[in-house]
């Protein structure tokens, strides 16, 4: 999988120079030929269409006279709806001005992002939260000897740089806490990368496909990185509807691990997009241009995290009343879990 992440970009008339990045040239001469070439494309790669229940044939004797009826810049609204009936949350169109614009944003993705405070979480130390270099990883020790270790992206292509530093500080732990909440996403290799730290045999990959669920060539198994210090203790994994694109594919693997309980609340259900060689990237005739997800990953159980998301082990939501009167219930709930399991004392 590529480089994965939601960018939401909103423009209103007190952003400078915005109208232009919208509307760009008018083409009005390509309003047609555009829609034709989105449907149709969208019609050959996207992989999620039946499963979604979307009549694309449909969708087509809809949208086509809406297409030849608009006038100027009018076009993107259509198109803009058009992908958003796929729901997915890395489709997007980038208008001929230049500015990036997802259609979709999931429900889960909407009710969680503002119901976690990484400042909030810092009440419960009594240390400083200490932050990797490039600024990927928090990670502290907490009373009761439980090590927290919050990973708020996938992305940068030099966060391996900062995991050993992270990983040695937590190391004696009894047990540690794995903070993937309001997780973006980001690089499958970085994925690869984490979870070897905690493996001690090779951790298949859930199964991808592409369009008609023809499979992809299996993702090489993760194996366990024998160089580096390896964290075998309980783990207790918060996770809520703001985790999204690898930030689900991480808890879907670490889901398999004996050592690993899952607390908060199911992800976003955000995991379609470019695979191998199959790019989802279309330029049109007037200059705009749409990108579809040309694959889907599966979950262990043979569904997709597509719109299903990765579901906890122990579920807790959590609010954002939880944070106005100063408490993660889903933080607490994690340390709670730890001390069950014998290896932790509540502080």
């Known amino acids: 999988m590529t480089r994965i992440g939601t960018i939401l970009l909103v423009c209103s008339s007190a952003v400078v120079g915005c109208k232009g990045m919208i509307t760009g040239t008018s083409a009005t001469g390509h309003n047609v030929s555009d829609f034709e070439a989105t449907w149709a494309w969208v019609d050959s790669l996207y992989p999620a269409l039946e499963m979604k229940g979307i009549d694309w044939d449909a969708v087509y004797s809809m949208y086509r006279p809406r297409a030849e009826a608009a006038r100027g810049d009018e076009i993107f609204q259509v198109l803009h709806d058009l992908v958003e009936l796929l729901e997915d949350t890395h489709a997007f169109l980038q208008t001929a001005g230049g500015a990036v614009v997802h259609p979709h944003v999931t429900r889960r993705f909407l009710r969680d992002r503002q119901a976690f405070s990484p400042h909030l979480v810092r009440e419960y130390f009594s240390d400083e939260l200490l932050v990797s270099p490039n600024h990927v990883f928090e990670y ?25 530093t992270a990983i040695k500080y937590v190391r004696n732990t009894d047990a540690l806490i794995v903070d993937i909440r309001n997780n973006n996403g980001g690089q499958s290799e970085n994925v690869d990368g984490v979870v070897s730290r905690f493996i ?77 060689d199959v790019p989802g990237d279309l330029r049109l005739d007037s200059g ?15 569904e997709l995290i597509e719109r299903n998301g990765v579901p906890p082990d122990i579920h807790v939501p959590m609010t954002v009343a939880d944070i106005e009167q100063g408490r993660d219930v889903q933080l607490e709930a994690a340390i709670q879990v730890l001390a069950d399991s014998g290896w932790a004392t509540e502080g």
């Not at 090590?147 to 992305?155: E, Q």
């Not at 705009?288 to 043979?302: A, K, L, M, S």
Request: charged letters at 20%; one cysteine or more; glycine letters at 10%.
């Open 140 to 164: 502290q020790v907490m009373d009761g000897n439980v090590g927290y270790l919050r990973i708020a992206t996938f992305d940068p292509g030099n966060m391996m740089d900062d995991l050993p």
């Open 200 to 276: 001690e045999s090779p951790v298949v990959w859930m199964d991808a496909f592409e369009q008609d669920g023809v499979p992809f060539e299996p993702w090489p198994p993760i194996e366990p990185d024998e160089s580096q210090y390896t964290y075998t203790n309980p783990i207790a994994m918060l996770i809520n509807g703001a985790a999204m694109s690898s930030g689900e594919l991480f808890p879907e693997l670490m889901k398999q691990l004996p050592s690993v309980t899952a607390v908060g609340d199911t992800t976003a259900g955000s995991a379609c997009n470019d695979f191998h």
């Open 288 to 302: 705009r241009r749409v990108h579809i997800p040309t694959g889907c990953v599966g979950r262990y159980d043979g």
